[in-house]
């Protein structure tokens, strides 16, 4: 699935949440939050550049914010070979 960089800024959940925790054999909660912080970065930075509008990074970075907790809790329960799914 391609998506734009700006389709990307509510696709962030979709990203962090699910498929990086299942698809990439080295996430672990600190991978989660290293992330997000890597995202946030490149986010900044299409804001400041003109690429995406900086309500935009604001939404970027208050899901961030609300969702991080979660998805470094679900990345640890996948992880965990005796969590029952």
Not at 22 to 51: D, E, N, Q
Not at 61 to 66: A, G, Q, S, T
């Amino acid at each position: 699935m391609n998506i734009t960089m700006e389709e990307g800024v509510t696709t962030l959940g979709d990203f962090l949440g699910d498929y990086f925790i299942r698809k990439c054999m080295w996430s672990s909660p600190s991978t989660v939050k290293t992330t997000t912080a890597s995202l946030k970065k490149f986010y900044k930075s299409m804001a400041k550049h003109g690429k995406i509008e900086k309500k935009d990074y604001d939404y970027v970075c208050r899901d961030i914010k609300e969702s991080m907790e979660y998805w470094q809790e679900s990345c640890k329960s996948y992880n965990n070979p005796y969590f029952p799914f």
